[in-house]
């Protein structure tokens, strides 16, 4: 078994001469591959196998207006937590082609948006504060409404959750120690 103090200087003389590598300092060339034209022709073959020629009828998963109606209310909270916008959801009613989404700016205005199904997509008008005809709670409603449909066409970007991986309740762990979930404290 060598001694610790040949290990010491072997680690010493790593350290001092810049370890292992050659020109450690410089950083590697890029790699070049020049393949001749009979392996471009197989490595085309292989890709264009690996492509269906017929690719099937497409999934229903986001309509062509590229928004879903079951993301509404999750814009509209998304949207309420952009720094400029700064409203919490109170309470939203959903129905299936309208949806009243009512907000409170940190001010503490009132703030109400109405969503509407239309055959191209869904439209928003928001109301802010206790004077609506103000300019400018007029200017925060336009901003509000592009800050929701913004939201909205991110939400349509990502796959849809399907209701039965949903839960109106969170699960519990799966230890028992429910007193810790509920935020009591677990013994």
């Avoid at 392996?39 to 590229?66: F, K, M, T, Y």
């Avoid at 503490?108 to 400018?136: C, E, K, M, N, Q």
Wanted: charged letters at 20%; glycine letters at 10%; aromatic letters at 6%.
């Amino acid at each position: 078994m060598p001694s610790v103090f040949i290990i010491r200087l072997l680690g010493a003389f790593l350290l001092v001469s810049g370890g292992c590598a050659k020109d450690a300092g410089t950083p590697a060339s890029p790699v070049q591959v020049s393949l001749s034209d009979s392996q471009v022709i197989g490595v085309r073959r292989v890709l264009n196998d690996g492509v269906l020629v017929e690719p099937g009828p497409l999934l229903p998963l986001l309509p062509a207006s590229g928004v879903r109606w079951s993301d509404v209310e999750r814009a509209v909270k998304s949207a309420g937590a952009e720094p400029e916008i700064l409203c919490a959801v109170v309470a939203a009613d959903v129905e299936p082609k309208t949806a009243t989404i009512f907000l409170r700016t940190t001010e503490g205005w009132p703030v109400v948006v109405r969503a509407h199904l239309t055959a191209g997509g869904i439209r928003f008008d928001a109301v802010v504060g206790p004077y609506p005809s103000d300019p400018a709670a007029q200017a925060k409603a336009r901003e509000m409404e592009r800050a929701i449909t913004k939201s909205l066409r991110e939400w349509g970007k990502k796959p849809a959750v399907s209701s039965w991986q949903c839960s109106a309740e969170p699960t519990p762990p799966a230890n028992g120690r429910e007193e810790h979930y509920r935020g009591g404290t677990a013994k």
